[in-house]
């Protein structure tokens, strides 16, 4: 049976807390709406971009939301041609993924990205082709719906209970476990360890290696 390995992207693959907070401002703030602050902005870090919209601005409905999810999008185009997009793997990380790939796991992605957002970002870092399925907020629901995970299995040929997601939010473990696969909660992204166990981590890892140790010995898959 093939053993897959979920990452997902924002907070977990690389650090980009900064870009999209700097997005949320411009966004936000061309439309008078007042930003609110990083720790606030980086709880929704994760989610699909209307919804996360709908988290920061719930006086506004649906519409509204929609329509500040496509200036979050223009503000993010305009940084990136302007060469202010930021999204520096983690330390740790490109070890992990050949680690892994050593020990015969396929690799897969679960992102509120885009598809666009995603393959831009995998190739800056040229790790898109490591992993056998992209999965993006394009084609499903936000997390913690399952749906992302489940095709990405369907995808490797594994199944739920060989299947780990490595996620920074409480977002990510819900899916997991949801999904009915293991989650492995990054503790170097945007959600505390508490919050991580909360929603239904096996276990939380420090640095990316960790994950590697967790795998190789409490987290049998």
């Known amino acids: 049976m093939n053993r897959l390995a979920v990452f997902d992207c924002d907070g977990t693959l690389v650090d980009s807390g900064a870009t999209i907070y700097a997005a949320l401002a411009e966004s936000l703030g061309r439309n008078g709406i007042a930003v609110p602050p990083p720790e606030v902005c980086r709880r929704i870090i994760g989610l699909s971009l209307v919804e996360a919209i709908a988290r920061l601005t719930p006086q506004f409905g649906d519409e509204d939301h929609r ?38 796991w396929l690799l897969a992605v679960a992102t509120g990205k885009s598809d666009r ?33 489940e095709e990405a ?36 992204g945007y959600h505390e360890p508490s919050e991580l166990l909360g929603a239904g981590a096996v276990a939380v890892a420090a640095r990316p290696l960790d994950v590697l140790d967790l795998v190789r010995s409490e987290i049998r898959v």
């Open 67 to 104: 329509r500040l999810a496509e200036d979050y999008k223009s503000a993010f185009m305009a940084m990136r041609a302007a060469g202010r997009v930021e999204e520096p793997l983690f330390d740790g990380v490109l070890d992990l993924l050949d680690a892994l790939e050593g020990d015969g």
């Open 117 to 149: 957002g995603l393959r831009h970002c995998l190739d800056t870092h040229g790790i898109h082709a490591r992993f056998v399925s992209l999965q993006t907020a394009d084609r499903h629901p936000s997390k913690p719906h399952p749906s992302m995970v």
């Open 153 to 188: 299995i369907a995808d490797a040929g594994a199944e739920p209970g060989s299947t780990i997601v490595i996620g920074d939010t409480s977002f990510d473990m819900a899916m997991a476990a949801a999904a009915g696969a293991r989650g492995i909660g990054a503790a170097w």
